[in-house]
């Protein structure tokens, strides 16, 4: 049997395998695209043992998905794998151990109500109205390494201004941001790495509780007194006629899902947008013409691949590229795959400015869990690129190649080297 064509059937579905694709090998994460290309010909739905789900990356499979929320799930798509140790008291109005208050775990009607609730606090003209604050954590932190001649971008600018944002919008104080990334990844831990021991599932627990005090500090002080903040805009959100107003727990279980949903994201964004107008030598004509900058965003999200690939649980039995997927399963969609299909996008690896389907990317995904934070990050990667571009007009990536942190959802750069002298 030749490679990557059909190799297992099962009673309960197929389970075809492509077994030259493992989203966790640092190659595949460095540049996965030629294989997935492979795959989108050969086998574009297949059975990955590793993680026991079904991989989809053709785009048409991926807009059906997207367009059926019934029989693709997002309630229970994802649960905290490692329990809570006996000894540890979960305090009352904890939304913990259930994930399941947060937008991305819901579906149908309960997923409408926190949506509706939620989608004016990220409209493109609140969210406009945070500019000038995100403009000035861009210009602090340029003014910290501007003078040395070189920086790391990713560290000293991107996670930073991604950190610092969501803080200040949410309502934190901006030095709040510095614990965002080790309760960040408290939470991935106990999200995804079951059979972890017992001191270590202890530690992490703890943190978390303690994330949620944190939080739960600043939501009561705005019940008291609101500010102008995202956190205030949930409180005050009327709820229409028979509809439940939003609680303390859902929008602190919410609040922690902005934080860990829209930081690595946006600071991905940004890292490699400045990437690419290095690679492509557009750097100073994108600082002479800023009009190209939102075509160059949009772009450069088709083209990143920030989140590789997401769940769903399949809840009637259905099929995909002729691939039998029985209900209880839980597939693997490769959006990053999908917005390099070449039946949907010409030339797909080329970074064309003058592509007129673009837009038709899924990397914000599509349908009712379109990214709700879709607007802040358009506007704070544009304010984040112009801030680079106004005051390091020479700026050069020293070390192209990036090395990454693994994940087969959103793998993160380590670094990215840049210098900026004459
Ligand atoms: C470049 C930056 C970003 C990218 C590429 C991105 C991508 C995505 C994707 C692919 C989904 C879809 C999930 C699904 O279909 O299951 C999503 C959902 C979500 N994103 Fe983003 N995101 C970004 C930034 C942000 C920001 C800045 C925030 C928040 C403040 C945010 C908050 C969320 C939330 C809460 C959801 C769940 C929505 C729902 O299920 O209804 N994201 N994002």
């Avoid at 794998?81 to 006996?86: H, M, Y």
């Avoid at 270590?200 to 007194?225: D, F, M, N």
């Avoid at 649980?313 to 099929?319: A, P, S």
């Avoid at 070449?342 to 080329?350: G, L, M």
Wanted: net charge negative; hydrophobic share 40%; glycine share 6%.
């Amino acid at each position: 049997m030749e490679k990557g064509q059909a190799t297992t059937g099962t009673e309960t579905g197929d389970r075809p395998e492509f077994p030259e694709f493992d989203p966790l090998v640092p190659d595949h994460i460095r540049d996965p695209w030629p294989i997935l290309a492979r795959a989108r010909r050969e086998q574009p739905v297949f059975w990955i043992p590793s993680l026991g789900m079904h991989c989809v990356t053709k785009y048409s499979d991926i807009k059906a998905i997207l367009a059926d929320s019934e029989t693709f799930s997002n309630a229970g798509a994802n649960v905290m794998r490692v329990p809570v140790p006996d000894d540890i008291e979960i305090p009352p109005g904890c939304p913990f151990p259930s994930v399941g208050d947060g937008l991305a775990n819901q579906d149908g009607d309960d997923h409408f109500r926190l949506r509706r609730l939620m989608q004016p606090a990220f409209g493109r003209r609140r969210v406009a109205s945070y500019a000038d604050q995100i403009r000035g954590i861009a210009d602090e932190l340029i003014d910290e390494f501007e003078p040395n001649g070189s920086a790391d971008l990713v560290v000293e600018f991107a996670n930073e201004l991604a950190m610092q944002t969501i803080a200040v919008v949410l309502g934190f104080k901006r030095e709040d941001s510095h614990e965002f990334r080790a309760w960040t990844n408290q939470f991935l831990y106990l999200l995804s790495s079951p059979g972890m021991d017992q001191e270590e599932a202890r530690r992490l627990w703890v943190g978390l509780i303690e994330w949620y005090k944190h939080i739960e500090a600043l939501v009561q002080s705005r019940r008291e007194t609101p500010a102008d903040d995202l956190i205030s805009d949930l409180m005050a959100a009327e709820p229409p006629e028979g509809v439940k107003p939003l609680t303390d727990s859902e929008i602190i279980a919410n609040v922690i899902a902005f934080i860990v949903a829209g930081t690595d994201t946006t600071a991905i964004l940004i890292t490699q947008t400045v990437r690419r107008l290095h690679e492509e030598g557009l750097w100073q004509a994108l600082r002479e013409d800023r009009d190209g900058i939102e075509a160059v965003i949009e772009e450069s999200l088709r083209l990143t691949g920030v989140v590789r690939g997401l769940n769903r649980v399949v809840t009637k039995d259905t099929e995909l590229s002729g691939v039998r997927i029985p209900a209880g399963s839980v597939i693997y969609w490769m959006g990053s795959s999908a917005n390099r299909d070449e039946e949907k996008f010409e030339n797909p690896a080329k970074f064309d400015l003058q592509r007129k389907n673009t837009h038709e990317h899924v990397a914000f995904s599509g349908g009712r869990h379109f990214c709700i934070g879709a607007p802040l990050a358009r506007l704070e990667s544009k304010i984040g690129l112009n801030a680079l571009l106004d005051r390091l007009p020479n700026l050069r990536v020293t070390e192209p190649e990036v090395e990454f942190h693994p994940s087969f959802i959103t793998p993160t750069p380590k670094r990215l080297l840049i210098e900026w002298g004459a």
